[in-house]
């Protein structure tokens, strides 16, 4: 069975297949506990609780509608039975503007049994990610 890094790097792998076109939502789906939980901040215009993974394809399609590019890069994991904590910077390019941010991020995800079962993330410049959504909301017409 896979160790909890490896199945986190399965995931962004899908992640980024499916924001480059090249997959759907399978691929991710394929790493999430059925009862997986997505706890974003309330402070963000994405924020809120989602449970399953209907619902974090429902995040994830609201993530798309603003950015056409999410990459977690220079990733650095630690692992502790079935948290892995990683800090990363993440890279989000605005789908409207082209407007590219690169902020400090860190996650703490859980897995068990070879699926993601919470994603816990902790972003940088919340406003800036608010106004990126601001924007895409001005240009969806």
């Not at 995040?59 to 990459?71: C, H, L, N, R, S």
């Not at 993601?116 to 601001?134: D, M």
Request: charge should be negative.
């Amino acid at each position: 069975m896979s160790s909890p890094k490896q199945v986190l790097e399965q995931f962004y792998a899908a992640e980024r297949l499916m924001m480059q076109g090249k997959a759907g939502f399978e691929a991710m789906a394929a790493t999430l506990a059925p009862d997986v939980r997505l706890h974003q901040s309330p402070d963000l215009p994405f924020g809120g609780e989602y449970v399953g993974p209907a619902e974090y394809q429902i995040w994830a399609e609201k993530m798309a509608a603003i950015f056409d590019k999410v990459d977690v890069q220079e990733a650095r994991s630690f692992e502790e039975g079935d948290a892995v904590v990683v800090v990363c910077t993440l890279v989000t390019r605005e789908r409207s503007s082209q407007l590219e941010m690169r902020y400090p991020m860190v996650q703490v995800v859980h897995v068990k049994d070879g699926r993601i079962t919470e994603f816990r993330p902790f972003y940088w410049n919340v406003p800036a990610y608010s106004e990126a959504a601001e924007r895409a909301a001005g240009s969806i017409h």
